[in-house]
């Protein structure tokens, strides 16, 4: 069964780096997103990108961060400048369809910032 | 503003029993309503959907009950095992965005 990979599983960071995470989306799915969870909160939406731009970010997506599809496989999130309180779990997603439907997302990569 | 409004915030349940999760909506443009189940360390599993236009949809043990009217939703495992023992979530999104709207999460318990 096709499924979302993510790298790495686990990034440490020093606060002020900046750190990339990976992302490989279901093969022949066309929309693409990051959340991210904060240890015993929600899910939160981030960022959804289609056509090579995003289709629409959150609040929380701010200069900071970037996205980007280097390749036909690959799905990137940059932070520019880690903040302590950036430490949460980052989950891409994709799904095949506009609207956000039936969204499957990766097994996640924990960021921690030091 | 909190979208969507998820309780309980933990429920434990005997093995044999039905666990219930209720989610309410304020906006009136969403028109996908899923649920996941999350395990510790993994990602949001994506359980089962609804949209508006049906008042129920079953798989298997779990079944989505839906009421436009009152903007809630429901989930309903029937026959719970130790396995469903889980996180889950509610959300919501609309077809003019793309950002999943998630509730604060049930954490489930299903004891032997």
């Known amino acids: 069964e096709p499924e979302v990979t993510q790298t790495p599983s686990h990034q440490v960071t020093q606060m002020g780096q900046e750190v990339i995470l990976r992302c490989v989306p279901i093969?022949?799915?066309?929309?693409f997103y990051w959340y991210r969870q904060i240890l015993g909160q929600k899910v939160e939406f981030l960022v959804s990108?289609?056509?090579?731009?995003?289709?629409?970010k959150s609040e929380i997506f701010d200069d900071q961060f970037s996205v980007e599809r280097p390749d036909g496989s690959n799905f990137t999130l940059k932070i520019r400048s880690t903040k302590l309180e950036d430490s949460a779990m980052y989950f891409c997603a994709s799904s095949d369809r506009t609207g956000a439907y039936e969204q499957y997302f990766g097994p996640g990569t924990r960021l921690t910032v030091t | 503003q909190q979208q969507v409004k998820q309780s309980p915030q933990s429920l434990i349940v005997q093995k044999g029993g039905i666990s219930i999760i209720n989610c309410a909506y304020e906006n009136t443009a969403f028109d996908y309503f899923p649920w996941y189940q999350q395990f510790p360390g993994k990602g949001p599993a994506l359980l089962i959907a609804i949209r508006p236009d049906v008042s129920e949809k079953k798989e298997g043990r779990f079944t989505i009950s839906f009421n436009k009217s009152a903007k809630q939703f429901s989930l309903h495992i029937m026959d719970s095992q130790p396995g469903d023992s889980a996180t889950y979530f509610c959300a919501a999104s609309s077809n003019s965005g793309y950002a999943l709207n998630f509730g604060k999460g049930t954490s489930l318990l299903v004891t032997p």
């Open positions: 093969s022949n799915h066309l929309y």
């Open positions: 990108f289609y056509n090579n731009e995003i289709s629409e």
